[in-house]
Nanobody, 126 residues
């Protein structure tokens, strides 16, 4: 079992930046693909970004390319999502997730992820 805890969300104005963090329990973090997803009110959960265990591969949703950056620090069991130039449409509950299996490829398929955090709220005002 892996526990994930997100932090860093908040209420901000459009155009500013936020950095989300997700801390993972256990000793297998450095072997795990990690992903960020988000869910806005009344909408389905959607993929944001993912990163492979060795940071060699990153995948982004088209709507965040050039604005968001996913990274990780395996020494701290933490994955980050740097969000720049935030827009009101980025308002959502942001989740991190990881598959049960180790050394999986970075993927945008939510069904590939088994462990999820509780989420951190990001609200962007215009």
């Amino acid at each position: 079992q892996v526990q994930l805890v997100e932090s860093g969300g908040g209420l901000v104005q459009a155009g500013v930046s936020l950095r989300l963090s997700c801390s993972a329990s256990g000793r297998t973090f450095s072997s795990r693909n990690m992903g960020w997803f988000r869910q806005a009110p009344g909408k389905a959960r959607e993929f944001v970004a993912s990163i492979s265990a060795d940071s060699g591969t990153t995948v982004y949703a088209d709507f965040v390319k050039g604005r968001f950056t996913i990274s990780r620090d395996n020494s701290k069991n933490t994955v980050y999502l740097q969000m720049n130039s935030l827009k009101p449409e980025d308002t959502a509950l942001y989740y991190c997730a990881t598959p049960r299996a180790l050394y999986t490829i970075a993927t945008m398929d939510a069904s590939s992820y088994d462990y999820w955090g509780q989420g951190t709220q990001v609200t962007v005002s215009s």
